[in-house]
C-alpha cells in the first residue's frame, strides 16, 4: 500500500468549525460511531474546544436551571412590578 493510500483510508481529521457545527448532535448522541470517534478525537488533541464545550455545557445547565419550575416564594426585596412583568411573559 502506498503513503498517499494509506492517508486515504485514515478518516479525515475535524476542523474547530466542524467540531463546533456537530457539538449539539454529539451532546445529544445522535452522531453515528465514525463521526462520534472524530469528535473524540478532535478533544484529545484541542483544548480550545474542550474548553468550548465545557462552557457550552454549562450553558445548557444553567439554561435548565432558570427554566425550571420553582415553588420557591418571590424574594420581598424583588419589585411587584417586576414579578407581573415576567408573569405576564410566560408561555400559557
Do not use: W
Amino acid at each position: 500500500m502506498s503513503a498517499a493510500e494509506a492517508v486515504a483510508e485514515q478518516p479525515k481529521a475535524l476542523s474547530c468549525r466542524e467540531f463546533v457545527e456537530l457539538i449539539c448532535d454529539y451532546l445529544l448522541g445522535s452522531l453515528g460511531a465514525e463521526r462520534t470517534a472524530l469528535m473524540n478525537a478532535h478533544l484529545a488533541v484541542c483544548p480550545s474546544c474542550v474548553a468550548y464545550l465545557k462552557t457550552y455545557e454549562a450553558s445548557i445547565r444553567m439554561g435548565r436551571m432558570a427554566l425550571a419550575a420553582s415553588d420557591d416564594p418571590v424574594p420581598p426585596e424583588v419589585p411587584e412590578a417586576l414579578v407581573r412583568a415576567v408573569l405576564e411573559m410566560r408561555p400559557r
